[in-house]
Every structure is written in structure tokens, then in C-alpha cells.
């Protein structure tokens, strides 16, 4: 066989069916990083000596090794945006054949197992430029050991197809003690860049605000009182990360040109630090007022009433009755203004400091750790349907969710995780905690162990709590980490119980079915699940995978395969086979056979197609109940007519079996 024009392709040649597994999800890097690297690169460190970081990491790329380089240091150093400049500068050398550059993506880390990654599903496409980050997860790995030697033979095979592939580690994990060939592609981050050439450079070559730069002027005043530019200050050449310098120059560049709209930005950079410490310090024996602060920053923007109303039953007081009291001390929009609030037309917000909020409810999680339960208990009453925090459920879940990334503590996400079962198990409410779950899942840093703790309690046996993982598997969370997403619905529907946890889990299994590129990986896990384990949960899946009632497209499509495909027919048929013999889905097997009876009616399916596949079913489990009582009936249940005519077009028996005297009562007997 002569094989040509194969520069960059992958050739499979087999004698049959070739089937892969589904590869880990790619998603395309950020513009905005994109830009930073091509128009803001900055490679001189604080001490103005030069950060090789990403030239040592191309000379590897360019050698005529594996095309892999392993970026490693602590955090804060810009290992990502230097592993993506490394990228970008190969694609700029090495062009496919039609002269297009390298397409620049990443890798999701969407592992079934993050100790023990499975490197088989690391994607491979031709002339791509991948980046991996693994630094919040390598420090778990099982055997780093059989990880790190299997991305370099990956690596080997992405070189002959044109790619390149850029691990971001922590500062110890890659074990490169191991040996030398692990040894080799290791690039360690020695030093970061200047913090103010950073910032200079977003101003001038990202915002187009060169004039701006002025503020970041590092030159001594004459004076002696400090640097010319007044913002030059807030950074540190030995402490300040590139991000930190980034934050900076995208508020100066939002800024009003002004010396108020200055500090302004100065303040919001700082995160407020001098301002909160002013007002609890004027509050220290004023707790009515601290209480009127927090009310502030979760209700911003309600009335000033009922923020007043929100922080008397943070302090566990009835409100006032007695009107000397009342009609004492200061009024309430001046206390609302003593704490920094803006009071206007009756109604106090804090939005206008924007992190101001943020700024007051991580001082206040550091400094009075006694108050945490208190402070979830009393969210958990103002959110409540009906009251006051019901309409800022999305505000308050951000600040909750920032300040557990703040901390990078996984206790406060576990303190949140306490929250679910308190009680309260209204939608709004669980709903709230999985937007915090999601987002913290899906945080630099924090998200590998929130996602582990996703793990732990998708098995856990409160309803509640297997509810909200659920929900967080409903939302972003299984954008990017389909794989795990799978992984934790399969706890839940492996519940004794079909109770609401598991109905919100199928709803999920469905939801993520449906989305672009997910139904193949989603298909063969559920066959796997319920053919090849006999996973209860893989009956449910499969049952709630292929029901059309609420949308039928997955069904169409998988129907639509199995007529043009005998494999996936076949395993339609196992399916159905694995679950039928099941008798705790019983149920569920007849409402999906009526289902289809109801669906095949309203030509949402191929109607030959179907009574196929139900003839072929039924006729192998004539005598389980499901089957039965679809076929022959049951007492006291009427079929309507897109039922009684599947019945007829089975082609079936036209009487039920005798019943066996082993068996009981059966569903048919009057």
C-alpha cells in the first residue's frame, strides 16, 4: 500500500471496525491571552536580567525529541503565559503546508481518576500547539512516575504529526529524579517578570493608553516623599506576580482620567484594605452598625428598611418597640453612610466601590471566624423564598464563592457544604450552593480539591446533598469537565432510591447528552455502565438516556445511528436487555416502551425502526412484569391508542401466559 501527502496526518489502517476513545475536551485558548503573548510579552525579570523561561522551553520544543516541554516553579510566575508564548512562538516557526499557523489549544483535565491520569485520552490532532496545566493536581498523583514517562511517549507520537505539547506544573511534582530522559523536558521558572514592565506594557500595547504609563513611573520624586507615579507604589518587584501587575493596568486603564477617578481604582486594586480597616475600627463598639454593614454588602441595592430589617435579625433582636430608643442616636442613612454605603431615593447600595462588598466579607471571614455558622445560617433565612435575599441569590453566590477562592481553603467550601442540609431544602436554595460549588470547582488552585470533594459527596446519602452535585453537573461544571461530571452522576443514579437526587441526575445525563460533541462520550460510558457492570445506575441511565418525552433528540440520534450502524442497534438491544432484567427499574421500562409507542406515533422516530427493536425486546422478556403489563395490560389501566397500536404492529401473542403459581399475583390478573 503507497500512502501519501501523509505530512501531519494520523493514517489508521485496520480490517474492521476501528473504534477510539473519546479524547479529553480541547477548548480554544482565550483571545485575551492570545494577545498578551503577541502584543505585551514581557521577558525582563524585576532586577532587569532576562526571564528565559519560554526560550529555554522552545529549544526543547525545537529539538528532535519528544515535542513536549514541562514548565515547573511556584504559582504567581506566569507559567501559563509563558507556556502559551512558548506555543505560539512554534507556531509561528513551523506552518502547515498551506502557510497556516499551529491552532493553539487547551486540555481540559477532565480525568476519570486525577491520581491516576489516563493518558490514552490526551488528544492528538495534527498541527496543534496543546497546552496542559496539571499544577493544582500533580502533587496527588498516584505514580507520577508511569504519568510523566507516558506523556513523553505521547509526546514522541505528537512530534511525527506536527503538534507540541506544554505541561504546567507545580514546583515539586514532576518527578524528574526519576531519570534523566525524565529529566530532560523539565524547564524550571527561575525568575518572574517585572511587575512594572507588565503593567507598562498592558497600558500601551492592550488598552492603547500610553499616556496612562505615567502613573506607573518608577522614578524617585524630588521631594524624597516616594515614586512620580502615584499607582508605581502598589507594585513590588519581589512580591507582586504578573497577575497582579495585569489587574493593576486593566483598572488604571478603566479608570476616569481624573485624581478621584485614581483613587478610585487605587482603592479597588488594594481590595479596600485601609477603608476596611477605617470602618471596623470605627465600629468596634458598635455592633448594630457591623451588622448594618453586612446586611449592606449581601442586599446591596435593596432598601434602606429592609437592610435594617436583614442586620436586627443577624443579631438575633426583635425589632424596636420602644420609641425613646427609636427616635435616639443617629438616623439610618447616615449609620448606612458611616459604613461606607451611598444612600439614594431610599435604597443603600455598595456596588459602587466595586470589591468593596468582597473586601469587608473576607476581613470579616479571617478576623471573626466565630461568626461562620451564624453568618451561613442567617443567609440561609434572608434568601429564603419570599424574603429579601431571594432576588440576590446570583450576587450573593458570587461573593460566597470568591471568598472561598480568596482563601484557597477548602474548609470554607466544606462550611458551605454544611449549609445544604440545615433544613431549608428549597430549589433556590440548593441551587445557590451549586453555583458556588461550581465556580470553586472550576478555580485555579482551589478547583482540583473542591472537585474532589464533588466525588465524595455525590455518594453521600443525604438527599439534599446528592441533589446539589447534581445540579452542579446540570451547569458549566460539565462543560468543561464532562468526564468527571459522568463520574459523579454515575453515583448518584446508583442510588437505592429513586428518589429527587437521582431525578435531577438523569435530568442531567440528558442535558449534557444533548450537547455539542458530548453524546458519543456519553453513550458508550452508559452501555458500559449498564452492559458491562450492571450498574443500577447504568439501567437508569440508559432508561432516562433514550426517553423522548421531554426532548427527543437523543433519541433520534442514536436511533438514527442504529439504522445505518448494526453495532449501535446491538447495543441498544443490550441496553434494554440489561434493563429489563432488572426489576428495580421495572417501572421505568414501561413508561419508556409507552413512551416510544407515543413518539413512534408522532413520527418523531423511524416507526419501522422502532417497533424492530421493541418486537425483538419484548419477545426475549414476554414474561417479565414490564413487558407484560405493557403487552397484555394491567387491571384498573387503560392504554390510549398509540400504545394499542404498537401492540399490533408487535405482531405479538394475542393472549398472556398462564401465570405461574411460583411467580404470585401477576400485573394482568383481575
Wanted: net charge negative.
Amino acid at each position: 500500500m503507497d500512502v501519501r501527502g501523509n505530512d501531519r496526518s494520523r493514517i489508521i489502517i485496520a480490517g474492521g471496525n476501528v473504534t477510539e476513545k473519546e479524547p479529553l475536551l480541547v477548548t480554544d485558548i482565550p483571545d485575551v491571552e492570545l494577545d498578551v503573548v503577541r502584543r505585551a510579552w514581557v521577558s525582563t525579570g524585576p532586577d532587569e536580567g532576562n526571564v528565559s523561561t519560554a526560550t529555554d522551553a522552545f529549544a526543547l520544543l525545537a529539538s528532535d525529541g519528544p515535542a513536549l516541554a514541562v514548565i515547573a516553579g511556584p504559582a504567581g510566575y506566569g507559567k501559563r503565559t509563558a507556556g502559551i508564548r512558548v506555543l505560539w512562538e512554534v507556531s509561528q516557526a513551523e506552518q502547515t503546508e498551506d502557510g497556516r499557523a499551529l491552532t493553539l489549544a487547551e486540555i481540559q483535565p477532565d480525568w476519570d481518576k486525577p491520581e491516576a491520569p489516563d493518558t490514552s485520552l490526551l488528544p492528538d490532532e495534527p498541527g496543534t500547539g496543546y497546552v496542559l496545566d496539571v499544577a493544582a493536581e500533580i502533587s496527588g498523583w498516584e505514580r507520577p512516575g508511569d504519568v510523566a514517562r507516558a506523556l513523553l511517549t505521547h509526546a514522541e507520537a505528537l512530534r511525527r504529526v506536527g503538534s507540541y505539547l506544554v505541561v504546567i506544573a507545580d514546583e515539586h511534582g514532576w518527578p524528574e529524579e526519576l531519570s534523566g530522559t525524565l529529566a530532560r523536558p523539565l524547564v524550571r521558572v527561575k525568575a518572574r517578570p517585572s511587575p512594572h514592565r507588565v503593567a507598562t506594557a498592558h497600558l500601551e500595547y492592550l488598552y492603547r493608553k500610553p499616556e496612562r504609563i505615567r502613573w506607573l513611573n518608577t522614578a524617585s520624586s524630588t521631594t524624597g516623599t516616594g515614586l512620580i507615579g502615584s499607582a508605581a507604589h502598589l507594585l513590588n518587584k519581589e512580591t507582586s506576580t504578573p497577575a497582579d501587575a495585569a489587574r493593576l493596568a486593566a483598572l488604571l486603564a478603566q479608570a476616569e482620567d481624573s485624581p478621584d477617578g485614581l483613587k478610585k481604582a487605587l482603592a479597588t486594586f488594594q481590595q479596600w484594605r485601609n477603608e476596611v480597616k477605617d470602618v471596623f475600627k470605627k465600629t468596634k463598639n458598635l455592633p448594630a452598625d457591623r451588622a448594618l454593614l453586612i446586611a449592606a454588602l449581601f442586599l446591596s441595592g435593596d432598601t434602606a428598611l429592609s437592610i435594617q430589617d436583614a442586620a436586627q435579625r443577624l443579631l438575633g433582636k426583635p425589632a424596636e418597640t420602644n420609641v425613646e430608643v427609636i427616635l435616639s442616636g443617629p438616623d439610618l442613612s447616615t449609620r448606612l453612610r458611616e459604613v461606607n454605603a451611598e444612600v439614594a431615593e431610599r435604597h443603600a447600595i455598595l456596588d459602587h466601590r466595586p470589591g468593596y462588598a468582597q473586601a469587608v466579607l473576607n476581613h470579616l471571614w479571617q478576623q471573626r471566624p466565630d461568626i461562620h455558622p451564624h453568618l451561613l445560617k442567617w443567609l440561609d433565612e434572608i434568601t429564603a423564598p419570599g424574603e429579601s435575599g431571594s432576588t440576590r441569590l446570583a450576587a450573593i453566590s458570587d461573593l460566597l464563592v470568591e471568598l472561598a477562592i480568596a482563601e484557597n481553603d477548602i474548609k470554607v467550601i466544606e462550611q458551605i457544604r454544611t449549609w445544604i442540609d440545615n433544613g431549608n431544602n428549597g430549589d433556590e436554595h440548593l441551587q445557590l450552593i451549586a453555583d458556588v460549588f461550581t465556580k470553586a470547582a472550576e478555580a485555579d488552585g482551589l478547583g482540583a480539591k473542591v472537585r474532589a470533594r464533588l466525588l465524595d459527596w455525590a455518594q453521600a446519602d443525604a438527599e439534599p446533598v446528592a441533589k446539589v452535585i447534581a445540579l452542579v453537573c446540570q451547569g458549566e461544571f460539565a462543560d468543561h469537565f464532562p468526564r468527571q461530571a459522568l463520574v459523579r452522576l454515575r453515583h448518584i443514579l446508583d442510588r437505592a432510591e429513586p428518589d429527587d437526587a437521582v431525578r435531577v441526575a438523569e435530568e442531567a445525563l440528558s442535558a449534557l447528552a444533548a450537547r455539542p460533541r458530548q453524546l458519543l462520550r456519553v453513550w458508550g460510558m452508559v452501555v458500559k455502565w449498564a452492559t458491562e457492570q450492571g450498574h443500577l445506575a447504568g439501567h437508569r441511565a440508559f432508561l432516562s438516556l433514550l426517553d423522548p418525552q421531554n426532548d427527543p433528540y437523543v433519541l433520534q440520534v442514536l436511533l438514527d445511528a442504529a439504522g445505518q450502524n448494526a453495532e449501535v442497534k446491538e447495543a441498544l438491544l443490550r441496553g434494554w436487555r440489561a434493563a429489563l432484567a432488572d426489576s428495580r427499574v421495572s417501572t421505568q421500562c414501561r413508561d419508556l416502551m409507552i413512551a416510544w409507542a407515543h413518539a413512534r406515533s408522532e413520527a418523531l422516530v423511524p416507526h419501522d425502526l422502532v417497533t424492530g427493536i421493541l418486537r425483538q425486546v419484548v419477545t426475549e422478556h414476554m414474561y417479565t412484569s414490564p413487558v407484560a403489563a405493557f403487552v397484555f395490560g394491567e387491571a384498573g389501566v387503560q392504554y390510549d391508542e398509540p400504545v394499542i397500536a404498537l401492540r399490533r404492529d408487535l405482531q405479538l401473542p394475542i393472549r398472556p401466559p398462564a401465570p405461574q403459581p411460583s411467580m404470585g399475583s401477576q400485573p394482568w390478573e383481575s
